[in-house]
């Protein structure tokens, strides 16, 4: 039996309806990737108001690797809604908030002893290891790279680098903060191959302490283990160890962003644990608490302790419900087999997508790591011209077709995957096929 069940042209008429009172009532701001509008989810399969059933290989933006309504975050989340929703971990704290830090700390990578914070957000979490690594270093300045993605507060924004739409119109941005080249191969900024270039983007960060900001004002560098956003890039095996002994060389904090790339996407809980790279920060969210907003900042306990009493925190920051629902995501994490079903995900998915680069002009380049795949389309494969309109009419042809998936990179350019890591393998085939065929198209 197929996964995918459309009953109506996509999207429906309910969806349509709502759509236009969407248009009427919310700003135009927030983007919507389909416009589908969900009453219900299990597993990988979204089903819309006018009963249509899709496969989503967007997860939420990559909240859901294990899977719409999961059982257990369900349950626990349930159990924690009928006890108490809220009592503000500044007031009253409570034990879930304190067994979750502890869980953490433990599975961050670093032998050394580790505390950890919890917000609502990814961009909460990269405002809150900013302060933090600002505090304990006593320097002000930041610096981050070219495509990466670090959220939408004015904060998180400013190290963001996506110009358009994220950034447009909405300066002035926060100071200090510096911008480097990532280990793009693909689009170099140096317009060097790998592995000849003997990771140039690294040892250039030398020269930039020379020329745009001391080393020593650096508090640190936060960098994406894969940029998600940006589009999928991974870099060189040696970029992140490299980027690792260049920070302790300076004195400078390593936040690693994990908002993406976390809880097994890319078959490890955390993506730096491919490189064997241990950050003084990991910052995580999104698929922390199965879809409940909740955001989470480990570090070196004596970082993490820089701040004064009174220094962190927020309203809801660690919310008891969220925090259910992360114990109970953490719990289907311990055994692994998320982990070995997300390497499955990507070699089914490299399998499918070899032939892409032969077939079809359009795709410039496929890459990946454990469940994060993308496919980068060029107009012309010499120039590599980002082929944008074509990216968004292969998203638009599949979601047309009963397949949920997303756009990403600094040119709008490369469709990306980020599905729940319990699909099956029947699911992720039919997936794969509809997304070959939208290509093709
Ligand atoms: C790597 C990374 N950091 C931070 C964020 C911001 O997270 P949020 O949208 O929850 O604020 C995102 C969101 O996509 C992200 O991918």
Known sequence: MSAIDLKTEIPGPRSRELFARREAAVPRGPYNAAPIFVKEGRGALLTDVDGNRFLDFAGGIGCLNVGHANEAVVRAATEQLQRFTHGCFHVTPYEGYVRLAERLNALVPGSFPKKTLFANSGAEAVENAVKIARAATGRPAVLAFEDGFHGRTLLALSLTSKVHPYKAGFGPFAPEIYRAPYGYCYRCSYHLEYPSCRIACVDALEDYFKRYVDAEE?????????????????????????????????????????????????????????????????????????GLPLSSITGRADVMDAPGVGGLGGTFGGNPVALAAAHAVLDQMEDGALFARAEAIGRAFAARASSWEQRFPLVGDVRGVGAMWAVELVKDRATRAPARDEASAVAKRCYERGLVTITAGTYGNVIRTLMPLVIGDEELGEGLEVLEAALGA
């Not at 999928?232 to 994990?258: C, K, M, N």
């Not at 790279?277 to 922390?288: E, G, Q, Y």
């Open 218 to 290: 650096v508090a640190a560098v936060i960098v994406e283990p894969v940029l998600g956003e940006g589009g999928f890039v991974v870099p060189p095996p040696e970029y992140l160890p490299r980027l690792r002994e260049l920070t302790s060389r300076h004195g400078i904090l390593l936040i690693a962003d994990e908002v993406q790339t976390g809880f097994g996407r890319t078959g490890k809980l955390w993506a730096v644990e491919h490189s064997g790279v241990v950050p003084d920060i990991l910052i995580a969210a999104k698929s922390l608490a199965g």
